[in-house]
Structures are given as structure tokens and as C-alpha cells.
């Protein structure tokens, strides 16, 4: 299974910045995902990002706030642009890989939490 | 268009008492299922899933799930909580899109009272 880590864990930003957050994984995975969490709300895709590959972005989110690299099979970073107060949330990243019951699962950082003021 | 639906967004119960999560999903097509924990400023963790096999699910932590096709549900239950399950818990659902996809629950937290 998967280890994944995040960086930065949690950040204080000014509106008009941006900011770049970075998910490591422990061994090589085809697919990643990053996610939205709202204060107290549950979880919303933003996009899927593969190697190789443009990352497919969900309905209502953009590439110009949402930029995404995928420069490698282990790593992956969000890029959160022109931030306001509304894009203060939990960001979290997560990959496609096999479980240790059998079976593909998806497997979460611990999370970046973001503060626009 | 697909649903999670959890009924409750908090749950309290007891120490040692009957802990019982509802979920109840739309989807035309039997998904994959699956119940997440999520701890204070952490990530999410997999408690168990479903993938088409056995309907009566057994997951980490003493819990399990029963899929019932007929009532569209998932439900999640431990049969004694200790006071190290308080936390955030979703259901979630493979897509019909794309089944490496998932729709997420909004959510129950969970609540234990000494």
C-alpha cells in the first residue's frame, strides 16, 4: 500500500497569491488525484492527474486555478493561483493503488490546510 | 446524476454501545463501496469495502458493513465503540463514469461519550 506525503501541511496566505502544494508517494502510481475539502464539508474532486498526461479536470473546477503537474510516477504538485477567502479549504491528494486486502484503492495524504485571509 | 446520502451528520453514542453509520447510495448499477475515517487534521483511512464479493464486509478497527442491493445501502456498524472511534466518517461510491472515481458522503461525525 501506499505511503503519501504532503507539503506544505498547512499555510496562511494573503488573496492574489498562489500557492504550490506538493504530494509525494513511496512507490510508483499511475494515477493520482487531488481534492477539495470545504470547512466542515465532504470531499470534491477537483482532477485526476497521470503521468504523461494532461490532468482531466471535474465539472466547475479550472487549469488556470487549479494548475496540476505530474512530472513523474511518484510526485505531483496543485497549485492553488489568485487565491480568495473561498479557497480556504483542506487539499488532499490520493492515489490509485493495491490494497493490502486485494484490490485497488485509493490511498490519502494527510492533507494540506489552507487559510486565505 | 449519482448520490451518497449519509443520514446524520452527527452521531453520539456511549462507551460500549451499538455504533450504527447509514449510507445510502443511487446508482442504477451495484458500485463499489466504500467507508472512510477521517481523524482530527488527518487524511482519510480505509475502514473496508466492497467490491462485489461477500455482501457482510469486515473492516479495521472491529467495524463492518452489509451491502443491501434491495435498500440501495452500506451501513456501517461496530458492535461496541470505544472512546478512539470519535471521528469523521464518509461513505463513498465508485462512479458510473469511471470507477476509479469516487463520490463521497457528506460526512458523520461520530461522537463518544465516556
Known amino acids: 500500500s501506499a505511503v503519501i506525503s504532503q507539503k506544505p501541511s498547512r499555510d496562511i496566505c494573503q488573496r492574489g497569491t498562489s500557492l504550490t502544494i506538493q504530494c509525494q508517494v513511496d512507490?510508483?502510481?499511475?494515477?493520482m488525484f487531488w481534492y477539495r475539502q470545504q470547512p466542515g464539508q465532504s470531499l470534491t474532486l477537483i482532477a485526476t492527474?497521470?503521468?504523461?498526461?494532461?490532468?482531466?479536470?471535474e465539472s466547475g473546477f479550472v487549469i488556470d486555478k487549479f494548475p496540476i503537474s505530474r512530472p513523474n510516477l511518484t510526485f505531483s504538485t496543485l497549485t492553488v493561483s489568485n487565491m480568495s477567502p473561498e479557497d480556504s479549504s483542506i487539499y488532499l491528494c490520493?492515489?490509485?493503488?493495491?490494497?493490502?486486502?486485494?484490490?485497488?484503492?485509493?490511498?490519502f495524504g494527510p492533507g494540506t490546510r489552507l487559510t486565505v485571509l | 446524476a449519482q448520490s451518497v446520502t449519509q443520514l446524520g451528520s452527527h452521531v453520539s453514542v456511549s462507551e460500549g454501545a451499538l455504533v450504527l453509520l447509514r449510507c445510502n447510495y443511487s446508482?442504477?448499477?451495484?458500485?463499489?463501496l466504500f467507508w472512510y475515517v477521517q481523524y482530527p487534521n488527518q487524511g482519510l483511512q480505509l475502514l473496508l469495502k466492497?467490491?462485489?464479493?461477500?455482501?457482510l464486509v469486515k473492516g479495521i478497527n472491529g467495524f463492518e458493513a452489509e451491502f443491501k442491493k434491495s435498500e440501495t445501502s452500506f451501513h456501517l456498524t461496530k458492535p461496541s465503540a470505544h472512546m478512539s472511534d470519535a471521528a469523521e466518517y464518509f461513505c463513498?461510491?465508485?462512479?458510473?463514469?469511471?470507477?476509479?472515481?469516487?463520490?463521497f458522503g457528506s460526512g458523520t461525525r461520530l461522537l463518544v461519550r465516556p
Open positions: 490520493s492515489v490509485e493503488d493495491w490494497g493490502l486486502a486485494g484490490g485497488h484503492e485509493q490511498f
Open positions: 512507490s510508483q502510481v499511475t494515477m
Open positions: 492527474a497521470n503521468q504523461g498526461s494532461e490532468a482531466t479536470y
Open positions: 446508482s442504477s448499477v451495484p458500485p463499489y
Open positions: 466492497y467490491t462485489s464479493a461477500a455482501t
Open positions: 463513498a461510491v465508485t462512479r458510473m463514469d469511471s470507477s476509479y472515481k469516487l463520490i
